[in-house]
Structures are given as structure tokens and as C-alpha cells.
């Protein structure tokens, strides 16, 4: 069961389709706020789901820094 829940791999070198779906996930992958806490919008499973973390890794692999990516969240 640990390698159903385990994070999506990061492939290097990131390609710019990837840099393309990672974005995309990280706009759609937002937390909402519940009174059970923060749950992801897209799945409702508790924020950040494996897509949001998945999207912020391969971001972050790619070089983009954690400013473009908040802002990213932040205009959708």
C-alpha cells in the first residue's frame, strides 16, 4: 500500500511538457479550507494531494523559484 501512496517521480531533465502539466496541476491542486482542515480542491484528500506536491517538485526541478509558482496559484 506504501507504493500506491508514495510521491510521483520527478524525471530529469524536465521537459517543457512537463514544466506545461506541472504548472497545470499546481493551479488545479489548490487547498480549500474545511473544518477538517485544508483539503485539496481538485480531490478532496487533505492539502497538498500527490499531484500539488508532484507539480512543486517538478517546478522546483525545472528551476523555477517558489515566488513564480505562488503566483501562479495565486492568479487562477
Keep these: ?8 517521480p520527478v524525471l530529469t531533465p524536465v521537459t517543457d ?6 504548472a497545470l496541476a499546481v493551479r488545479v491542486h ?5 473544518p ?4 485539496c480542491r ?8 500527490r499531484l500539488a506536491r508532484w507539480g ?3 517546478l522546483a526541478a525545472a ?5 513564480a509558482m505562488a503566483a501562479g496559484t495565486a492568479a487562477s
Excluded at 36 to 39: C, E, H, N, T, V
Excluded at 42 to 49: D, K
Design 1 to 8: 500500500m506504501s507504493v500506491v501512496l508514495a510521491d510521483f
Design 30 to 34: 489548490v487547498p480549500e479550507h474545511w
Design 17 to 22: 511538457e512537463d514544466v506545461l502539466v506541472a
Design 56 to 58: 512543486r517538485a517538478t
Design 42 to 49: 481538485s480531490e478532496r484528500v487533505p492539502y497538498p494531494c
Design 63 to 67: 528551476g523555477l523559484p517558489d515566488e
Design 36 to 39: 477538517q482542515g485544508p483539503l
